[in-house]
């Protein structure tokens, strides 16, 4: 019987352990002699744990530098990113010619009036002084009678 | 009123202990060699004392029980506190002694750990065999019970060990085993039942 499985026999277990006769085994070997370890195993020990100590000592340096040279490389490579990720962002213009309103109409008109220049180049062309000469009114032509008149 | 005041001390006893003890453990956990002297102190002569009793070899049980010490030391930052801090030592020590057990087994050293299978065996609950209610410990008769125990298996043994002489509780020692509660309760009547029988003949004759 490796493990009583019902409440019943775990009582009767218990019962058991608390009769006189197994009692008085915990009481004898309770009542046995203390062994105190002796001064040479002590001073042993303490030589044993000042060399762990210093070994531990030394892995965790060993490990604080590995581990600063990572943290290093990190710390610099979040700190690209954050430029990087915080550069402000180009946004494109409002294009408020598509919308409706007097803004939209000046630049149309710009717009026009440029593109026109551009045709036409920096220079008065040919045809908009011919278009004004005609449109200028001819010299004043004297005739005879006011002539007389004067 | 004088009996709360004593159990109001008792309380506050506890808790200066326990206090103590955890300011201790805190100061282990970052490797304070002082602290951990003090640790040593406290639990040198039971470590021993379960080492010894469970290793048969003098010089193997000083190593072993030198080697509890320095894992604790290395492992302190590990130690969660969910056991107590014996209950920890004494599982470091179980472990380290089937350990030594096994390793000198495999080298044909001694004989094997297991011993035979108790655990196996019916308990007979009725315990009329000996009743050694005046019995009081010689030397002589401490030898006869260590020379007893020694020639119990390891398992049966760890267990008497751990409840009749380090007073652990049955749930520490089935934490520091790893074996259900029960086990421990079945394994310690059959170690105490063997005890008895092994001392019935020495205590016969003592009578006589």
């Known amino acids: 019987m490796s493990q009583p499985t019902d409440s019943t026999n775990m009582k009767q277990l218990d019962e058991a352990l608390n009769s006189p006769g197994q009692l008085g085994v915990r009481q004898l070997v309770g009542q046995l002699p203390e062994d105190v370890p002796n001064l040479v195993w002590r001073s042993r020990l303490n030589e044993r744990l000042a060399q762990s100590q210093q070994q531990s000592r030394r892995r965790r340096l060993v490990l604080r530098v590995k581990w600063g040279g990572f943290a290093a490389t990190a710390g610099l490579a979040a700190t690209m990113g954050l430029i990087l990720l915080s550069r402000p962002a180009i946004t494109p213009a409002l294009d408020v010619s598509q919308e409706p309103g007097i803004e939209a109409a000046m630049i149309t008109a710009h717009r026009e009036a440029d593109s026109a220049m551009d045709v036409s180049s920096a220079t008065v062309s040919e045809s908009f002084v011919a278009h004004r000469s005609k449109a200028e009114t001819p010299p004043f032509q004297w005739s005879e009678a006011d002539l007389e008149a004067l | ?208």
């Open chain 2, 1 to 208: 009123m004088a009996i709360l005041t004593g159990a109001h001390r008792l309380e506050q006893r506890r808790r200066r202990e326990e206090t103590s003890e955890q300011s201790l453990i805190e100061r282990c956990r970052r490797q304070d060699a002082v602290a951990f002297g003090m640790v040593v102190d406290a639990y040198q002569s039971r470590v021993f004392g379960f080492v010894r009793r469970m290793v048969r070899d003098v010089e193997d049980a000083e190593d072993v029980a030198q080697e509890v010490f320095i894992r604790a030391f290395q492992a302190f930052d590990r130690f969660d506190g969910r056991s107590s801090l014996r209950t920890w030592l004494f599982r470091i020590a179980y472990n380290l002694c089937v350990d030594r057990a096994r390793r000198s087994d495999r080298q044909g050293l001694t004989q094997t750990i297991e011993g035979s299978d108790v655990d196996d065996e019916p308990i007979e609950f009725a315990d009329h065999r000996w009743n050694p209610e005046q019995v009081s410990l010689t030397t002589e008769l401490s030898l006869h019970v260590e020379d007893a125990i020694a020639r119990m298996s390891e398992k049966l043994r760890t267990v008497l060990l751990l409840h009749d002489r380090e007073d652990l509780t049955y749930e520490e020692i089935a934490l520091a085993v790893s074996v259900p509660v029960g086990t421990v309760k079945s394994r310690l009547f059959l170690a105490r039942a063997f005890l008895q029988d092994q001392l019935s003949g020495y205590l016969h004759e003592v009578s006589q």
